[in-house]
């Protein structure tokens, strides 16, 4: 085997053995933190992006520290969706056929939308992994179906999502039934307030791991705005894809009912348009995960909560059909693309209302374009803040304009339609004499 960094940690031959069939050359920054803090046993608390290798940093070492003469569960791995789970599981068995150990080494999925009896049946002998969603897991643990005190670590992935999606108490179920000197590898884009008491309560000094330089970098990663300006997005969509053509382009909207019409919308128009959000049902997920691995589509429609974690490689653009409302899922999304050393392009579509999200993306340093579509061509747009200034100065006008309007002493009928056409003749006078001002000057 050739020489790579991972030799200089402390893993096992059939470690690096795995390492090397995976095709790994060095280890991702991450990985560089993760893997020794882990093989000491130490709790620690990684925060990075999508598709910085977190998943990896973490496998290693609990593959690195299987006891195969054990037959009970060592290592819990919790995520906040089904997709996550599906695919860390895959990674799991990935890593178990690799190493040649099929026999010695099992791995179970524990997810909602599955026979629960089936499940409890087939957990009579333990897996050394579980890899699961919280609800289910503890519902088995409530049921007597497995026993998780003796495990030596609980991995808890996506943290923040968990906490958004009003997990967290059944994460603390599940660690209330483990032992009290377990190891805890809590991940997280962020650590947003609600999280810190429930980290405070399970984790004394913690190794803290915070990566700087997480996201696609500022070369790689283009940021485009495109004002909305009342038109159909599924239109404007598919005339930008008409000059760019991508490879794959992952479409995000706020709310699953808009996933699902936007993604009928785009197949009317004849693009190959797979969808995916919350509102799947189990079957329908499984179905779709798959036929994103082949390729199956050229554009996907999805909401934040069912993309996040997912890793669908090969993202070229990613739009925002409807901008977030938090700033903080704008770099997940943008984090879809540009990912192992590749180029990636952002298109936002905005209207008044996402400005606010929008400052405070500049003001962390994302830097946007401004452009436009006319006739099949990208022509340069002004500024989303020129847009704002004049929008304001009219609205001024407009107000002074009111005011010189004189009331009715006495209310007639149809007064109301009287006051706003003097309002409006007011502001036109207004404008001419704003310019016969600006021509004398």
Do not use: C
């Amino acid at each position: 085997m050739s020489k790579n960094r991972f030799q200089s940690y402390a893993l096992n031959p059939i470690s690096l053995d795995i390492i090397q069939k995976l095709n790994f050359r060095e280890p991702t920054p991450i990985q560089q933190k993760v893997i020794p803090a882990a093989l000491r046993g130490e709790s620690l608390i990684g925060q990075s992006h999508t598709g910085s290798g977190k998943t990896h940093a973490y496998l290693i070492p609990i593959f690195n520290q299987l006891d195969q003469s054990k037959e009970e569960i060592q290592y819990v791995i919790t995520t906040p969706t089904r997709e996550l789970a599906i695919q860390i599981y895959e990674e799991v068995r990935k890593m178990i056929q690799l190493a040649d150990k099929e026999e010695d080494w099992r791995a179970k999925l524990v997810i909602g939308g599955t026979d629960k009896q089936k499940m409890a049946d087939k957990l009579k002998r333990p897996p050394q992994i579980i890899v699961g969603t919280p609800g289910r897991i503890l519902d088995l643990l409530k049921n007597d179906a497995m026993d998780v005190y003796r495990a030596n670590a609980l991995v808890m992935d996506e943290a923040d999502l968990m906490i958004d999606l009003g997990l967290i108490e059944e994460v603390d179920q599940i660690l209330i039934r483990m032992k009290q000197d377990l190891q805890l590898m809590v991940f997280s884009a962020t650590i947003p307030e609600k999280l810190k008491p429930f980290l405070k309560k399970y984790m004394e000094n913690p190794t803290y791991i915070l990566m700087d330089d997480q996201g696609p970098a500022p070369e790689q990663l283009e940021h485009r705005l495109i004002p909305l300006r009342h038109r159909n997005v599924a239109d404007l969509i598919l005339e930008v894809s008409s000059i760019i053509n991508p490879y794959l382009a992952l479409i995000f909207v706020n709310k699953k009912d808009h996933a699902d019409e936007l993604a009928g919308e785009l197949i009317e128009k004849g693009l190959e348009v797979g969808v995916i959000h919350g509102g799947l049902t189990p079957r329908e997920r499984k179905r779709m995960l798959k036929e994103l691995k082949n390729l199956r589509y050229q554009y996907i429609v999805a909401t934040d909560l069912a993309a996040r974690g997912i890793d669908i490689p090969g993202v070229s653009h990613v739009f925002n059909a409807e901008m977030p409302k938090d700033p903080e899922f704008y770099i997940h999304r943008a984090g879809r693309t540009a990912r192992a050393g590749l180029e990636g392009t952002t298109i936002s579509f905005y209207s008044e209302d996402d400005i606010p999200v929008i400052q405070k993306l500049e003001k962390s340093g994302i830097t946007f374009t401004n452009q436009d579509i006319k006739n099949s061509q990208w022509v340069e747009a002004k500024p989303w803040n020129q847009r704002t200034t004049r929008k304001k100065k009219d609205s001024e006008l407009e107000e002074t304009a009111w005011k010189m309007v004189k009331k009715p002493r006495k209310v007639k009928p149809g007064y109301k339609k009287k006051m706003k056409k003097q309002a409006e003749d007011m502001k036109k006078k207004l404008k001419k004499d704003k310019f016969k001002r600006r021509r004398k000057k």
